[in-house]
């Protein structure tokens, strides 16, 4: 194995058909379409393309001046039309498009002709409030049902949303409104977290007192916390949005209009204000939801329980669902609140068949322990999905296992907010899975493996993970830093060649294993080791919860592995425990990943939509000062670790 490449430790040789019963009814059984989209994959994409409404078909299907790609040059078309306006003219505005459940305990039933016209309501008020094409729209709500409705207001009109994820502390709003110079605000009295309120309200008046752009601040009610109304531009939603008209007609949008701003969660440094358009977004969002998640439209009940203000909610709770004409559920509130089996009760009661979660949502459902799914039926579910960080294949089998009742594939998709959509899953009616593995790249993408020169790696091997082809959904930029977008992702290797940042290996049947960042990678006595595997080693144990390690710096062997564990319910901890975990993994994988330290911790730092921050962990094994901690969700997580992992003791 050369000295660039990862070293693959874990087990490949575990498969999982499609099972049979999912199989018979699936929409994509085999896997032709593979080399159909191989064969001219801007031919498949405009194929795809040309599901959707478009009001002036394109001229061009790509024009790729690398790094800069167009797709469907020419085309005209509006998302907020493509969601809603086509449904109901083809007589499907009774169908439910969200059950909104609140977290405690209220709900909301919308169809698509209820949330069409409260899309045309909203983008009045956005009209009347100055609002208009190209403007920047900051909003900053809980998971309620103006969010979905602002974002295609915004759509609809030809503005661009900017949604801050509505955990954000008033530093990071304010920091987004400022970078894209947002002209209105939308934000709500307050968001249920927990059972208590977390005052939006308050964090935005804060960021307000720095953000000369903003001219008008829309406030829903949800909590009815008081708060303070500053004259002249603070106005409530249900002052100026019910009363208008609710007849807006679409803007006719280029496909390469901008749709929205979202920035990074801010897992590997500052946060990036990645830019999306319109006609290839939507193109490959539809395609992706649908046959990721085998679709059907008229019966099946599909929760994605991300929460909007990331990338994984605006794909996949708004716009491919909504493209698709599916039935959601959208819910509030946190997944142990009033109890840890909420999101069983959540999927009994509205009788969702597809679930799509993150790895750090099924840890935390395997540390509260199988009584809480085993409470409620189940059944309904036909396919399970996740994203967000490398699965452990433990945590993979348990999802299958315990919540899907050994019937539902899992589809573990890759995908990063900069490619907009999915691109590395299986096809759960076509793929054979592996525990642990994304599998292939979807239809009309393409993916390969680097090492460090810039050598394509062969089958098996690992190294770095790239896209050499573009994509219909991939990012346009970062907004108003061009350096950075040609920095980050297309310089690293020739052009056109997009530098994901992820370690990625193929074993000898090609599938992909997504093995961590490319910064987290640890070299120990010049061995490449993936945080991925040493983590998916301790999760095996089942004494293990979570885990997370890093390479601290070591005279003797360059890197010497730090491991953090969380352990599961009832489990005692103790320096036998530590040093039976640091021995498994040497048995799991090799004596090399054998970790130096081992601490026991309640909790590890993640970033608010739930990913570890390793770059942290590595601070504290380096006694160093810490990196950027703003988009960290608890911050007195780090500061504990920090002065348990000084008392602890370590060996080499
Ligand atoms: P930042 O770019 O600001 O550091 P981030 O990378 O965490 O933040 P996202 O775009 O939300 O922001 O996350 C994309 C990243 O999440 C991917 O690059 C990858 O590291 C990880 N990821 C997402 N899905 C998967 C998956 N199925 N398997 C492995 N890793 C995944
Ligand atoms: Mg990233």
């Keep these: 194995m050369g000295s660039d490449a990862i070293e693959g430790l874990l087990d490949e040789s575990r498969t999982f058909p499609p099972p049979v019963e999912f199989k018979k009814g699936s929409l994509q059984t085999s896997a032709e379409i593979y080399d159909e989209a191989e064969a001219d994959f801007e031919g498949f994409w405009a194929r795809e393309a040309a599901e959707l409404d478009w009001y002036q078909e394109w001229d061009t299907i790509l ?49 698509y002709a209820q949330l069409l016209d409260d899309v045309q309501r909203t983008a009045n008020a956005l009209k009347e409030l100055g609002v208009g094409r190209g403007d920047r729209v900051a ?104 009363g208008q008209d609710a007849d807006c007609p679409p803007e006719h949008m280029d496909s390469e209009d901008l749709l929205y701003l979202l920035y990074t969660s801010g897992t590997t440094g500052k946060p990036k204000g990645i830019m999306h358009t319109t006609g290839g977004y939507l193109t490959q969002v539809a395609f992706t939801h649908k046959y990721v998640f085998d679709l059907k439209p008229d019966s099946d009940v599909f929760w994605c329980a991300a929460d909007i203000g990331w990338v994984t909610g605006h794909s996949y709770i708004v716009y491919g669902p ?20 909420r999101f069983w009760a959540i999927v009994a009661k509205y009788g969702v068949t597809q679930l799509y979660t993150a790895p750090t949502a099924i840890r935390a459902f395997m540390k509260w322990g199988d009584e809480h799914p085993a409470k409620h039926d189940l059944s309904s579910l036909r ?20 919540i899907g009742g050994d019937r539902c594939p899992v589809v573990d998709t890759w995908w ?23 599998t292939f790249p979807l239809p009309g993408i393409s993916a390969t493996i680097y090492d460090d020169r810039g050598n394509e790696v062969g089958v098996p091997g690992g190294g770095y993970l790239v896209l050499d082809r573009p994509w219909p959904s991939m990012l346009r930029g970062i907004w108003g830093d061009e350096q950075r977008f040609k920095d980050t992702y297309w310089s690293r290797y020739g052009e056109g060649i997009y530098f994901a940042g992820d370690g990625a290996k193929r074993d000898a049947d090609g599938y992909f294993w997504l093995l961590g960042r490319v910064d987290d990678v640890m070299n120990v006595s010049g061995h490449r080791i993936s945080t991925t595997e040493v983590e998916s080693a301790l999760v095996s144990h089942p004494a293990v919860a979570e885990a997370a390690v890093v390479g601290r710096a070591d005279a003797q062997t360059g890197q010497a592995i730090a491991a953090f564990v ?45 990913k570890i921050m390793r770059r942290l962990l590595k601070d504290i094994a380096e006694d160093k000062q810490l990196g950027d901690t703003t988009t960290l969700a608890d911050a007195s997580v780090v500061d504990s670790i920090k002065n348990r992992y000084l008392d602890s003791p370590h060996d080499g």
């Design 63 to 111: 024009d790729w001046q690398p790094p800069y790609a167009k797709w469907f040059v020419g085309g005209k078309l509006n998302v907020s039309h493509n969601c809603l306006d086509r449904h109901v003219e083809a007589g499907h505005g009774d169908q439910v498009a969200y059950h909104w459940e609140g977290e405690p305990g209220d709900t909301r039933t919308i169809t």
């Design 139 to 242: 909003v900053y709500l809980g998971m309620v049902p103006e969010l979905p409705t602002i974002m295609l207001a915004c759509a609809r009109i030809g503005a661009i949303h900017s949604v801050v994820f509505g955990g954000f502390s008033a530093a990071a709003l304010r920091d987004r409104i400022n970078d894209s110079e947002c002209k209105l605000l939308v934000t709500a009295d307050g968001a249920w977290r927990r059972g208590s309120v977390f005052s939006l309200k308050d964090n935005a008046d804060e960021a307000l007192a720095d953000t000369p752009s903003i001219e008008h601040v829309l406030v829903v009610k949800r909590t009815e916390n008081d708060v303070e109304m500053t004259d002249g531009r603070d106005l409530w939603w249900h002052d100026v949005v019910p």
């Design 322 to 341: 909504l493209a698709n004409r599916a039935t959601s559920v959208m819910y509030e509130g946190t997944p142990n609140h009033p109890a840890e089996d």
């Design 383 to 402: 396919l399970l999905g996740t994203v967000g960080e490398p699965i452990n294949p433990e945590a993979w089998m348990w999802y299958r296992e315990v």
């Design 416 to 438: 990063q907010t900069e490619t907009g959509g999915m691109m590395i899953a299986p096809l759960p009616g076509a793929t054979t899975t592996k525990p642990g593995s994304a």
């Design 566 to 610: 969380t352990t599961r319910g009832g489990v005692e901890e103790n320096e036998d425990l530590a040093k039976e975990l640091r021995d498994h993994v040497a048995k799991m994988i090799s004596p090399i990943a054998k970790p130096a330290s081992l601490l026991f911790t309640g909790d590890l730092p993640k970033t608010r939509s739930g």
